[in-house]
């Protein structure tokens, strides 16, 4: 136990406290441990194996509570419940000692049972071991006459066995030479089997690197077609159009004001001659494109889902008129799901009526595995083309099975390689409004006023 050191602890600051005191505080610490002790004591199974010692604990716990009684706080009252808290500790170690006694003795006698219990069992063992080693031995006299006539019979047919067997060997060894033969031809005949696989995929690793080269170079023309494309949109950039870089790609915001008049899906014919500037500059990329109609938070959530879809349905048929490739492009409804405004105000409301044409990145081209000279060794894979770029195939080409094929360079499906990111054009302020140019409240196409038929679900790429 580590209660002597809360005793001396108890000690040192009954040393240090000799002024300190309150008529009417809690008492002590070092009384308050030594109660602890005392009926922790009391409770235990070392303190029933020491009833003196318990007593002598109780006599000075009492001695220490009378003196409290009298003068709480005082030096002597520490003292002496310091003098009970040891009292009651050595009470408890020696009767955890006389504990530890009494079990050491019903181990030793514990233990001495089972030494004459095992002497006792194998002294009957050794006695049933003799007994049946006497049995064993009459059995193997026995046995030993009946093997020595079966030996004489072994060595009869031994004789016949060995004639048999040198017949045996001489058949099998003229068999072993044929066999030789047959394997040193079909060998042969293998390795130049290897020979010619191994020139084939040499050849086939060129074919490849080859191909991937070409890949490369179309990519590398798709990334510049990208990058015309996104020069030419920016060149357009001006109060009503925005352009700006996101991780899903390019995006073109255009204000819904510009483009349609209030509750229409009309195009107006100033928006005619913006979105053909746009179609010129987007038709220097085949990347695929998705345009986004939003809205404010005025009216019905359907309604402004339908009339968003419709208004993104208009100016997909425009860029088609204009030479867009119709499966390059993908429409969708926002609604007033993602303003980049508060739609408290006219001028967050005007920001929130848009339109956005968000041109995707060309996809970075996947690592290939052809590396060096190319050449591969017999048993090598071939990595084949996929359609971005190369990848290994993970397989041997076999005999008289072509290398793959590379994909066609033409645009993916309108709507793969989007990502959810933020919108709203460039230029807007803190808070998501174009500060220069805040436009007026009306042109929303939010009004509700005019009931407005629900728009047919247009599919991307028709």
Same mark, same amino acid.
Not at 284 to 303: A, C, F, M, W
Not at 349 to 356: F, G, I, L, T
Not at 373 to 400: D, E, F, I, K
């Given at each position: ?370 590396? #060096?000279? @190319?050449? *591969? %060794? /017999? ?8 359609? &971005? !770029?190369? =990848? $290994?195939? +993970?397989?041997?080409?076999?005999? #008289?099975? @072509?290398? *793959? %094929? /590379? ?8 709507? &793969? !390689?989007? =990502? $959810?990111? +933020? ?21 929303? !196409? ?17």
């Amino acid at each position: 136990m580590q209660r002597w050191k809360q005793g001396w602890l108890a000690l040192a600051g009954a040393s240090a406290l000799t002024v300190v005191g309150c008529a009417h505080g809690p008492p002590p610490s070092e009384l308050t441990a030594a109660r602890e002790a005392y009926h922790e004591l009391t409770r235990s199974p070392e303190g029933r194996e020491r009833p003196a010692d318990v007593a002598a604990a109780r006599v000075a716990l009492q001695e220490a509570e009378n003196e409290y009684a009298d003068s709480e706080g005082s030096v002597r009252t520490r003292s002496l419940a310091y003098v009970a808290l040891r009292k009651a500790e050595i009470a408890d170690a020696r009767g955890e000692a006389d504990l530890a006694a009494q079990q050491r003795a019903q181990a030793e006698a514990a233990l001495r049972q089972q030494q004459e219990a095992r002497a006792q069992t194998l002294t009957r063992q050794q006695e049933e071991e003799r007994a049946r080693y006497e049995q064993q031995r009459l059995q193997y006299e026995q046995q030993r006459a009946q093997l020595e006539a079966q030996r004489q019979q072994y060595a009869q047919q031994q004789a016949q066995t060995e004639a048999q067997r040198q017949q045996e060997l001489e058949r099998i060894r003229t068999a072993e030479a044929q066999q030789r033969q047959q394997l040193e031809a079909e060998n042969q005949q293998r390795l130049q089997q290897q020979t010619a696989e191994a020139q084939r995929l040499a050849q086939a690793n060129q074919e490849l690197q080859r191909r991937t080269q070409e890949l490369e170079q179309e990519r590398q023309a798709r990334l510049q077609a990208e990058q015309r494309a996104a020069q030419a949109l920016a060149q357009l950039q001006d109060k009503d159009l925005k352009v700006r870089e996101e991780a899903r790609g390019t995006v073109v915001t255009l204000s819904g004001s510009v483009l349609f008049a209030s509750n229409a899906v009309d195009l107006l014919p100033s928006a005619r001659d913006r979105l053909s500037d746009v179609a010129t500059a987007l038709q220097e990329s085949q990347n695929p494109l998705l345009i986004e109609g939003h809205t404010d938070s005025r009216g019905t959530d359907d309604y402004n889902s339908q009339l968003s879809q419709r208004r993104a349905e208009r100016v997909r048929e425009f860029l088609i008129s204009q030479g867009v490739p119709p499966n390059r492009i993908e429409i969708r409804g926002v609604g007033e799901d993602r303003p980049v405004a508060t739609n408290d105000t006219a001028e967050g409301r005007a920001n929130n009526r848009r339109v956005e044409i968000v041109m995707e990145h060309t996809p970075q081209p996947r690592t290939t595995g052809v590396g #060096g000279s @190319g050449a *591969q %060794q /017999p048993g090598q894979n071939v990595q084949q083309p996929g359609p &971005q !770029g190369t =990848q $290994p195939s +993970g397989q041997v080409p076999q005999p #008289g099975v @072509g290398t *793959q %094929q /590379p994909s066609g360079m033409g645009t993916q499906p309108s709507g &793969q !390689g989007t =990502q $959810p990111g +933020g919108t709203g054009g460039s230029g807007l302020g803190p808070n998501g409004i174009d500060h220069q140019n805040p436009a007026p409240p009306q042109g929303t !196409g939010t009004d509700v006023q005019q009931q407005m038929p629900p728009p047919p679900r247009s599919t991307p790429g028709q």
